[in-house]
Structure formats: C-alpha cells, structure tokens
Nanobody, 118 residues
Framework: QVQLVESGGGLVQAGGSLRLSCLAS????MGWFRQAPGKGREFVAAIGWSGRTTSYADSVKGRFTISRDNAKNTMYLQMDSLKPEDTAVYYC???????????????WGQGTLVTISS
C-alpha cells in the first residue's frame, strides 16, 4: 500500500518562497495538486518516476519547480514568487501501476496548507 507524508506548508508573504516535500513508501510517478477555498482540486505539477519528465500547470510555470530524490523516495515542490492566488491546500499524489495491463491506482497525501498574504 502506497503511503505519502507531506510537509513544508506555511504562511509567507507574496513574493516569497516555500518548499513542499512528499515522502513516499516507494518509487512512483508523482505530482502535486491543490485546492483553494471553495474551489475544486486542480493540477499543479507532475514528475515521472525517473525524474526526467515534468509538466506544469500554466499558472505556475516559471515559478514552481518539481523535483525528486529517488534515494530518499522524496518529491519536492519549490515554489517561488508566490502570489495570494496560490493559497490552497496542496496534495501530494502517487500513481502506482497495479497489474501487467497497466492499470493504475492513485494515492493522496493528507494535504498541507499554503497561505500567501498580500
């Protein structure tokens, strides 16, 4: 069973930086999603299991960087030039392949709150 533990959220002023971490119980394709108050969960960034492929939502391109350290089974999200609209609960996601046909199962972390003050 995949287990995820997130850390690194907090309160910062606009223009500041934060780094989120997600410790996984193994090596998976992983990503970050966020959910702002009163809104649905949205994609932020994703990284392949090797770390060679990444993708970003347009709203965070050039400001956020996703990375991973497979020796530590940990994924990171470096968030720079933060804006008040980045305020949300950020969720770590891991996608595990569960059979030879390629079926996958998604696991979510508990979420970590990021608050950006103006």
């Amino acid at each position: 069973q995949v287990q995820l533990v997130e850390s690194g959220g907090g309160l910062v002023q606009a223009g500041g930086s934060l780094r989120l971490s997600c410790l996984a119980s193994g090596r998976y394709a992983m990503g970050w999603f966020r959910q702002a108050p009163g809104k649905g969960r949205e994609f932020v960034a994703a990284i392949g299991w090797s770390g060679r492929t990444t993708s970003y939502a347009d709203s965070v391109k050039g400001r956020f960087t996703i990375s991973r350290d497979n020796a530590k089974n940990t994924m990171y999200l470096q968030m720079d030039s933060l804006k008040p609209e980045d305020t949300a609960v950020y969720y770590c996601n891991a996608r595990a392949v569960v059979n030879v046909e390629g079926a996958t199962v998604d696991t979510w972390g508990q979420g970590t709150l990021v608050t950006i003050s103006s």
